[in-house]
């Protein structure tokens, strides 16, 4: 039992007093959101007896299948979050277009952006998934009127807020509202999220990365000169060994970055010419860039801040190199060098060389 600990509830509205950018009942939607992640938990922790597991069937505006999960999830968000009077209007990577709030309710001052269940190619094999969410304040007239997409359209450094939920081993709510990042863990006993992980921060140095080795031969030269000098290990440039990890969920992943370090890359490549990036800016980029950002670490496409892409639409995908701040910077350099022509040409491709890892 985790006694005298903060309740994210607390620990809201204290940041809400603290900070005058969190206007009106700003807490209140966050107790919103605090309920869908409970109610998303709960389902994804029945899995089978629920009989939740598996394909519902249909897609999303992705083209990708959905899982059971993923329509139990998106529900979740617009159920619990609707009714309150604290938003104008969301918007979900499972939907098309945005979700006004209906008429008969109340608006409020707030949009809300999220991926309802991140990674749920891992709910079959139940290893971790996540929520990701997104909070921005409505512009000028937006929930007096109509919202529409545009009104969305905000480079992450306008974000109030941004966080997920892991359901792992443990639940874990993490999330920022610009004064740091905080960890909060799902005590079951109480139904409450208690503080856990205040003001987590990532090492600026690290020997971990997370890619996925299958699309090497797609990436561009920058990544694999950065990724083939990691797997050269202590007899390579770096002079150090680097462990390689790959979850297929960003959640997961830049979870273990928050609690160790590390540098999460889903590159620019060249495996669909028609899509820059494979993560949504809205999403997913943009939240994860906030919570990285507020612990010390970047968050970079390659050539830019990711806090600093103006979106064009709703379900934009960039590249995302996120992490420890020594290796961002570094494969920031990569992509410099590579546009200059000052680049230093990788060694061979990614399995053929014998390279060194760590085996902790």
Partial sequence: MLCGR???????????????????????????????????????????????????GSENIQGE????????????????????????????????DIFPIPSENQRGQYLLVFDPLDGSSNIDVNLSVGSIFSVLRCPENCSGGAPTAVDFLQPGSQQIAAGYALYGPSTMLV??????????????????FLLTHPNLLIPPETHEFAINASNERFWESPVQRYVSECLAGQ??????????????????????????????LYPRDSKDLSRPGRLR???????????VAQAGGLASTGSERILD??????????????GSRDEV??????????????????????FSTRTLFRDD
């Fill in 175 to 192: 999330l920022s509202v610009g004064n740091g990042t905080h960890g909060f863990t799902l005590d079951r006993n109480i139904g409450e």
């Fill in 281 to 291: 800016l809205m999403y997913e980029a943009n939240p994860m860039a906030m919570i």
């Fill in 329 to 350: 910077e570094r494969i920031e350099r990569y992509h410099r060098e590579h546009e200059t022509g000052e680049d230093q040409p990788f060694r061979s491709p990614l």
């Fill in 235 to 264: 007899s390579g440039v770096r002079g150090k060994d680097f462990n390689m990890r790959w979850v297929a969920s960003m959640v997961a992943e830049v979870h273990r970055i928050l609690m160790r370090g590390g540098v999460f």
């Fill in 65 to 96: 299948g959905q899982k059971k999960l993923d329509v139990l999830a998106n529900q979740a968000f617009l159920r619990h979050c609707e009714w309150g009077g604290h938003l104008a209007a969301m918007a979900s990577e499972e939907m098309e």
């Fill in 6 to 56: 903060t309740n994210v509830n607390k620990f809201l509205i204290e940041e809400q007093r603290r900070n005058p950018a969190l206007i009106g009942d700003f807490s209140m939607l966050m107790s919103d959101i605090v309920r869908s992640c409970k109610a998303i938990a709960q389902g994804v922790s029945r899995g089978s007896l629920a009989n939740l597991l598996g394909d519902a």
């Fill in 309 to 322: 892409v103006q979106p064009a639409g709703l379900h934009e995908r960039v590249p995302v190199i996120l």
